[in-house]
């Protein structure tokens, strides 16, 4: 017996193979990845399905058409990059606190325990940065990373040393490895059109907002 569909899915279907875009507010359980399938199944076109993890994006191959990509948005930012970066951030994507400690002790004067403290919390407020949807790092950033560390250190002197370490990590050329949330701000901050006539998208309310950002900006219509 195949499966019966709720009237508020087939509404839902019936206004997506109009080309529209949609949001659906959905309880956990309540078959908004089984709505995102039946969509996929109607509309022969090109399209992409955002999975919330990797054990979730291998599962979905078996059940979404062919015509649908399964991936991960770090997956499918990976693949976006220009083929230089690409290659920069398959060769290692994890910055260690000694790499970064050795970055920042040749742009600022620090004692071996500021040069830790001070790498420590750039770490984290890089980590804000790239899965913001801000265009370029901020005070807020380094203020948050303060407020996870409880180190005593400055928001501003923090911040200042934002700027350098991304462009040491998004740049081919760079110091700093591409991290993985790195490639993900790259593709976000590009604007790029993804190559997909459609996105579907699932707990798309807890993903990052970068990942928001480049699903907005896909250029494709969108259910999320």
Not at 3 to 29: D, M, N, P, R, V
Not at 31 to 40: D, E, F, I, S, V
Not at 69 to 86: I, M, N, Q, S
Request: hydrophobic share 45%; aromatic share 8%; net charge positive.
């Amino acid at each position: 017996m195949g499966l019966i569909y709720t009237s508020q899915q087939l509404t839902a279907a019936q206004a997506f193979s109009e080309h529209k875009s949609l949001k659906i507010k959905a309880f956990a359980g309540t078959g908004k990845t089984t709505l995102l399938q039946l969509m996929a199944k109607r509309d022969g076109r090109r399209g992409l399905y955002i999975a919330y993890n990797n054990e979730i994006a291998r599962a979905s191959r078996g059940k979404f058409p062919g015509n649908v990509v399964c991936k991960t948005a770090h997956a499918l930012a990976l693949g976006c990059l220009p083929a230089d970066l690409r290659e920069k951030a398959k060769r290692g994507n994890h910055l260690s606190r000694g790499q970064l400690e050795r970055f920042l002790n040749t742009r600022v004067a620090l004692s071996e325990t500021d040069a830790k403290d001070l790498a420590w919390v750039a770490k984290q407020a890089m980590h804000w940065f790239c899965i913001s949807d801000d265009p370029y790092p901020a005070l807020h950033h380094a203020q948050r990373a303060l407020a996870d560390s409880h180190m005593a250190i400055e928001s501003d002197k923090v911040l200042a040393v934002l700027p350098a370490m991304w462009e040491a990590i998004a740049s081919v050329d760079g110091s700093l490895p591409l991290t993985f949330d790195g490639y993900l701000k790259v593709v976000q901050l590009s604007g790029m059109p993804l190559p997909f006539d459609y996105v579907l998208a699932d707990e798309c309310q807890d993903t990052y907002p970068a990942i928001q950002s480049i699903i907005r900006n896909s250029g494709a219509q969108v259910a999320w």
